[in-house]
């Protein structure tokens, strides 16, 4: 079972149809039994940080996505709460990646939407046959720092972390559910792991 979690964001039908289109069956739930027995368990997300993590505390769902052991994915707001801290809110996050969410400053189009490349790319495991000249689609005015944890980078204003992971957590800021045939290898990397 592949568990999308439920919380104070939207996007989640967007994932839901995505994982359907590749042939994934997906259930979404705020229950952390289901999300402790799921084999995935993918946060998506389209919000903001504050009051999602105020979600989150509120139900000790902080807890439970802290203990998970099965793969993780975090998209775009999923990959911002699950670094240390972030600017939006002035919001302790879930801790999971050592980096800070800032906003992109001034000076340029902000948000960052639309298509873009990366400018580094790692061989990590979700981002099998993936190449830095690969396009995906992002919407977000707030980035995660480059870090140890960080395995892809995407220059726009400045370079940011694009993709991350430690251990059995991953994380996209951008939207591999919109970003086409190139996204769902993405998502079908993670969910083959």
């Not at 490349?117 to 480059?146: M, P, Q, W």
């Amino acid at each position: 079972m592949i568990a999308i979690l439920k919380y104070s964001s939207g996007n989640i039908k967007s994932v839901s149809t995505a994982l359907d289109r590749i042939g994934y069956r997906s259930i979404v739930t705020d229950n952390p039994v289901e999300l402790m027995s799921a084999k995935k368990v993918i946060i998506p997300g389209v919000g903001e940080a504050r009051s999602a993590m105020l979600f989150l505390k509120e139900r000790r769902l902080d807890k439970v996505i802290r203990s998970l052991s099965q793969p993780v994915l975090g998209i775009c707001l999923g990959l911002q709460l699950m670094t240390r801290y972030s600017e939006e809110g002035d919001t302790d996050c879930l801790g999971i990646f050592d980096s800070i969410v800032r906003r992109l400053p001034a000076g340029d189009k902000v948000p960052h939407m639309g298509w873009n490349n990366f400018s580094r790319l790692s061989d990590a495991t979700i981002l099998k046959g993936i190449k830095a000249e690969d396009n995906f689609y992002f919407v977000h005015s707030y980035y995660a720092e480059i870090s140890s944890m960080t395995t892809a980078v995407c220059d726009y204003i400045l370079p940011f972390s694009a993709a991350m992971q430690k251990d059995n957590f991953y994380a996209t800021q951008f939207h591999p559910e919109k970003s086409g045939e190139i996204g769902e290898r993405i998502l079908k990397n993670f969910l083959e792991l």
